[in-house]
């Protein structure tokens, strides 16, 4: 059993070619069916997104996996494979985990602990899951990453601070007004920038828009798309004292209010503080109007420096993320392992009740004397002998994590109770016993 | 038995320190914990004493720190379980760990002369206390409003930024505890003079005899008073809040301090009962 990742990312791939490859477009559930119907491998889960499109395998043989996969993905997209494969990166093992870790945790995103990604790599696993194409590895791993995303983000504070400019003039709105519900913004012009920053006030339910532009028919065409009220231009001055939020984003060069205009129409309302976002170049705003005790006024380089400091930030915690992520791989690697040693648990026990039941068989005309409680009896000692007779042996095959020595075991064990040399359809005629070992084997395992 | 409190105060302010420096979520847990754990202990040795004396210990200055550091307590935790808001602590419940070393120190409980023997004395001294306590509040959320405020205006978006709530919740929380303050020092100040009357014109007792508008304890309180129905009024009316509101409570509450401290142990002729 072999982890096997294909996928290309922003790293690896263009974005036009991203484009093709997006597994959203024909639908994942479709191709997590024909992954199952034309490769080899037993477990598969999708994860596509704007940024990545992978798929994440248990299979037998990796570098099989790779070619059936490859080829799968080229023709599911249609790209011809020669363009494809340059773009496509592989992972084997430890490094499957360790790049779905990352990728939970937001490491491997465009924009570094980016929260978005968690909840895609969520669904992706649950469709998969959905539809049986996951079992104990992958099973085990996406729960693994959700946790291990989760903790590294909030460890090592990764998703902290916004890294857009419009975000992070709405978080600065939220500093100072707490919830921005039954706020009055005023958009002053209506271009590109302030219809994003409306839009994302909009969706902080903020009570009421008002947009006003030098273009009246352009002032009334975004307040209709961001659900605002036009304002005459001549009324921006005497609009401000009713606002808590100016957003001023043209693209005139002069200031359209001055100290005076914020000076006026503030003197009535005194301490009520009032947020003023500059993002127009040149300024719209004069920047002497942020001396004003209750003003904040924060213009686009503001916004700017406060988004790189975030970035930075988020730079500087990357090599404690990277740490626990290591730590967190090592523990999987540790469960993973410890599973090589199940087969050989299955085989044991298998092996022991079959000379059990040969026994009792055997003694059979012996025991059909004894009473239906007596013989009762006889069975149940015998099996609780084999079970206390296995139970140390069992407990220490579980708990060897190194391979080499659970490998090491499982010859010496094979060789001295002979497992190899039982017949295979043997193996078959009790798939109940060797599931029910198998369960509680996992059982044991679960942290 | 009576230094528990003290202790746990002690462990809850190291662990809200915690807390705010490393935004430890778990930190924060553990210093509410160990909070509510100091408070209830307390609430117990003020009731063993309540018991041993036969009434509440609050006569002497000593005694009345005490209660106020428990009051303050119960007030700070009803508020941070009211806003979910933890980052506060550090910066109250230290005052209340120093505060509590007073009657720690100190310990026995001061005995009640006959002339204290009233109904009215026990309301009169928890109503100010718990105003005091609204006060001291008010007080920790006016500073850290001022400190977000000046790195919001500084366009320096550091240490507080990222652990204070929003500046209009400071400053609600703060109109709300100078409010609750204000009715109960009202309260308290009207039922001690309402005593007053009652047991002035017969009383033998030196201290009732001091007690005017001339003792510094009794000035000063009603100085007090005076700065916080003005920031009542300048909020109503003039229109003040945020950083003009925080800054008088904090002076406001200066004034509390040391009219119970210094004034309470060595100038007030009036009310030196211990």
New interface residues.
């Given amino acids: 059993m072999n982890l096997f990742l294909l996928g290309a990312s922003h790293h690896s791939a263009p974005i036009d070619l991203r484009e093709r490859i997006d597994f959203t477009r024909r639908g994942v559930p479709e191709a997590l069916g024909e992954i199952g119907r034309r490769t080899a491998v037993h477990e598969a889960v999708v994860l596509s997104t704007c940024n990545r499109s992978e798929i994440y395998t248990v299979c037998d043989n990796p570098r099989h996996a790779g070619q059936t996969l490859t080829a799968f993905m080229s023709g599911f997209h249609d790209v011809p494979e020669s363009e494809l494969a340059p773009h496509l990166y592989a992972r084997h093992d430890a490094d499957v985990v360790r790049h779905l870790f990352r990728v939970a945790a937001g490491l491997d995103s465009l924009v570094v602990g980016e929260p978005q990604i968690l909840g895609q790599v969520k669904d992706a696993f649950t469709d998969a899951a959905r539809q049986g194409h996951t079992g104990t590895v992958l099973n085990r791993l996406f729960p693994w990453s959700f946790t291990a995303g989760k903790r590294v983000r909030?460890a090592t504070?990764l998703g902290?601070?916004a890294v857009s400019v419009s975000y992070a003039a709405i978080a600065?709105a939220?500093?100072?007004?707490?919830k921005l519900e039954n706020l009055h913004v005023l958009l002053v012009g209506a271009g590109e920038m302030a219809e994003l920053t409306a839009t994302h006030l909009r969706a902080q339910q903020v009570r009421e828009i008002g947009v006003a532009n030098r273009t009246s028919s352009h002032a009334e065409a975004l307040a209709g798309r961001v659900g605002g009220t036009a304002v005459p231009w001549e009324r921006v001055a005497n609009e401000l004292g009713a606002c808590d939020i100016v957003v001023a984003a043209t693209g005139s060069a002069s200031p359209i209010i001055t100290r005076a205009d914020v000076d006026a129409a503030l003197r009535p309302?005194?301490?009520?503080?009032l947020f003023i976002i500059d993002i127009g170049v040149p300024r719209d705003v004069d920047p002497a109007a942020g001396d004003i005790?209750?003003v904040?006024l924060?213009n686009i380089d503001?916004l700017r420096s406060?988004v790189q400091?975030n970035l930075a930030r988020r730079q500087s915690r990357l090599d404690r993320a990277e740490l626990m992520i290591d730590d967190e791989v090592n523990r999987f690697m540790a469960w993973l392992r410890s599973r090589a040693a199940v087969p050989t648990v299955i085989a044991l026990r298998e092996r022991f009740e079959a000379v059990r039941q040969a026994e009792l068989a055997r003694l059979q005309p012996k025991l059909a004397g004894l009473s239906p409680a007596a013989r009762a009896r006889v069975e149940e000692v015998t099996r609780l002998l084999v079970e206390k007779l296995l139970s140390s042996p069992t407990e220490r095959l579980k708990a060897t994590a190194d391979e080499e020595d659970v490998a090491a075991y499982a010859e010496m064990l094979n060789h001295l109770f002979k497992l190899s040399e039982r017949p295979q359809d043997d193996r078959e005629t009790e798939p109940e016993a060797a599931a029910e070992a198998l369960a509680a084997f996992s059982r044991d395992r679960t942290r | 038995m009576s230094a528990i409190p003290l202790l746990l105060y002690v462990a809850a302010s190291a662990a809200y320190a915690v807390h705010f420096g490393r935004?430890s979520?778990l930190a924060g847990r553990c210093a509410t914990l160990v909070l509510a754990a100091a408070a209830l202990t307390h609430v117990f040795v003020i009731g063993m004493q309540t018991m041993e004396s036969g009434h509440l210990p609050v006569v002497g200055t000593s005694g009345a720190i005490s209660g106020f550091v428990v009051l303050l307590a119960l007030a700070y935790l009803y508020t941070e379980m009211m806003t979910s808001e933890r980052s506060m602590g550090v910066f109250i419940v230290p005052a209340m760990a120093v505060l509590q070393a007073i009657p720690t120190a100190t310990n026995a409980v001061a005995s009640r002369p006959p002339v204290l023997e009233s109904q009215w004395l026990a309301v009169h001294v928890l109503s100010l206390l718990f105003a005091y306590a609204s006060f001291a509040l008010a007080c920790v959320v006016g500073v850290t409003y001022v400190l977000?405020f000046k790195e919001?205006?500084a366009?320096h978006?550091g240490f507080f930024?990222?652990r204070l709530?929003?500046?209009?919740?400071l400053d609600v929380m703060n109109g709300r505890a100078v409010a609750i303050g204000w009715l109960f020092l009202t309260l308290g100040l009207v039922v001690g003079a309402i005593w007053l009357a009652q047991v002035q014109p017969g009383a033998v007792d030196p201290r009732v005899q001091a007690m005017s508008l001339f003792d510094p304890k009794i000035s000063v309180v009603l100085l007090i008073w005076l700065v916080y129905t003005f920031e009542l009024y300048a909020r109503r009316s003039?229109?003040?809040?945020?950083?003009?509101?925080a800054l008088l409570s904090a002076v406001g509450f200066t004034i509390v301090l040391l009219n119970f401290v210094p004034i309470g142990y060595f100038a007030t002729r009036s009310h030196n009962f211990y």
Avoid at chain 2, 165 to 169: A, F, G, N, W
Avoid at chain 2, 238 to 245: E, F, H, T
Wanted: aromatic residues 12%.
């Fill in positions: 909030t504070g902290e601070g600065l939220r500093k100072i007004f707490g309302r005194l301490d009520r503080p005790e209750q904040f924060y503001d406060i400091e | 935004r979520d977000l919001l205006k366009k978006l930024y990222s709530p929003s500046l209009r919740v003039l229109g003040w809040s945020g950083r003009r509101a």
